[in-house]
């Protein structure tokens, strides 16, 4: 093989979350594929590598000046260079050059920087703008993400492309039938990071208590957010019906609750939706783009109001509503098939 015959995934930056799930999977599938012997892979040091990556690899510190050494140093050897984590390579190689973008809240930021918590979010998206030149297209999951990279200038429509890809074969399997499934349970697998709408979801569930109507709320808060643990402890106490598992696998709940409850305001992809939906479950969803690019959901409510949200769960109780229909595909295939071409 000779040196520039390798195609690089630079996975730097991506060490959990949906991110490292997607990197995960997409491990396994180069792994499995005639063409394993061709990729390269540059990881970050937190990331837990699937025991299928044995070999063709380079694990460096997550900084920014490790990663231009790198680029310098080695970025002559390969073919193609696919970068996972958002940012462009920090120099201009002689290959063509694809960049995964997947997160909305990056193009979010130039709108709002003049807000004190999205400083951080806006630096790192004067990173990408300055490294833009470095790549030829960005690689989204959603139409909805081409139309917010068009919209914030990085890329015209035609440099960005709509790939969803997500591992599903986890969720391939016969799950119950709805008719057996527990009653009247909800789930919302999500951390409590802003655009998820906790605040929103929590002052529905009280709405409905004050209602009299107690549906089971299956939620994942974590320790970084005490004042929703605390708001879920006291209305439990007024006897709503809240279950916070922390973290949990969500295939049990997905294979055993009748609906996906989906509040969220802003995804680059809303991977739950999917899975889901594979699962056999109904979808009562915010009203917006993002939805409606993966999912035709069975019910929609407004986000940002508790009465729509509450009255879109009465209605997923008390009446037959549809399942939803997927909309978005797994294009693995397609992804790959453009990485070794």
């Known amino acids: 093989m000779s040196a520039s015959d390798f195609i690089l995934i630079d996975g730097l930056y991506i060490n959990k979350g949906g991110g490292a799930v997607l990197l995960q999977y997409l491990i396994e599938q180069v792994a499995a594929s005639p063409a394993a012997g061709s990729f390269y892979f540059l990881l970050d040091p937190r990331f837990e590598k699937p025991a299928c990556l044995t070999g063709n690899y380079t694990v460096i510190a997550n900084k920014q000046t490790e990663r231009y050494k790198f680029y ?78 068009a919209e914030v200038g990085l890329k015209d429509a035609a440099h960005c492309l709509s790939i969803p890809f997500y591992d599903n074969s986890k969720y391939a399997v016969a799950s119950p039938p709805f008719a057996d499934r527990r009653k009247n349970e909800f789930v919302f697998i999500s951390n409590p990071s802003p655009q998820k709408n906790y605040p929103s979801l929590l002052d529905a569930w009280e709405y409905l208590l004050d209602q009299g109507r107690t549906p089971v709320l299956h939620v994942t808060i974590d320790h970084t957010a005490p004042h929703f643990e605390a708001r879920v402890k006291a209305l439990n106490e007024r ?42 479950m109904k979808i009562i969803a915010s009203n917006l783009d993002f939805v409606f690019d993966v999912v035709e959901p069975s019910l929609v409510f407004e986000p940002y109001d508790k009465a729509s949200i509450a009255a879109a769960v009465m209605m997923a109780m008390d009446s037959e509503t549809g399942f939803p229909r997927v909309k978005a595909k797994n294009e693995i295939g397609k992804l790959m098939a453009l990485l070794t071409e």
């Open 239 to 280: 006897g709503a019906k809240i279950v916070n598992h922390v973290y949990v696998d969500p295939r049990e709940l997905y294979f055993n609750c009748p609906f996906l409850i989906f509040p969220s305001i802003m995804e680059s992809f809303g991977l739950p939706l999917l899975e889901a939906a594979e699962s056999g």
């Open 72 to 149: 310098r140093a080695k970025g002559g050897r390969f073919r193609k260079v696919f970068c996972f984590a958002n940012t462009p390579p920090p120099v201009r190689l002689k290959c063509p050059v694809y960049t995964y973008m997947h997160n909305q809240k990056l193009l979010e930021a130039p709108k709002r920087w003049k807000e004190r918590s999205w400083w951080k979010l806006y630096l790192k998206y004067l990173i990408i703008k300055a490294f833009n030149k470095n790549t030829d297209y960005y690689i989204v999951q959603t139409p909805h993400m081409v139309q917010e990279m």
